[in-house]
């Protein structure tokens, strides 16, 4: 996956100063890299019998539903409070540049099920941690976590324990 870097806009000072954004829109809109991408990040689940694929709000959301159509999966969407319909469960995190919180409907996942998370990016490990614990109260186990990019320097894989883990991209400083 490495060749799909490139693809990847770079955005200093967003969404505050200090912060390099990582805009994987870029790639999305660029056939074969979007398709390299899916692929890449699919590979190292196939044949683990995957049930579900949560994705996490919003980039999550756009590679987690490919990723589960070719796991044959379902897709399960964490998002931001008050944007799911029905009765929920609350995860509070820290970010990078603040703190926010996620949600997950609590009939999302029946115990037991197999669950795989996906997110464009691993910067603090906040949001994973966040989403795993999600996961972890609605009965899920979870398979590993896939991400498009991890931001090295940000140590945010210490957050996440033993869970297995795949990233496509790695960036260290």
Known sequence: MEHLRTKIRHVPDFPKPGILFYDITTLLRDAAGLRQTIDGLSEPFRGKQIDLVVGIESRGFILGCAIADR????????????KLP?????????????????EIHEDAIRAGQKVLIVDDLLATGGTARAALDLVSQTGGEV??????????????????????????LKYSS
């Open 143 to 168: 398979v590993g976590l896939a991400f498009l990019v991890e931001l090295e320097f940000l140590n945010g894989r210490a957050k996440l324990g033993n869970a297995p883990l795949f990233v496509g």
């Open 86 to 102: 029905a009765s929920t469960i609350q995860q509070s995190y820290e970010l990078e540049y603040g703190s926010d919180t996620l």
């Open 71 to 82: 796991l044959g999966a379902g897709f399960v969407p964490v998002r931001k409070p008050g």
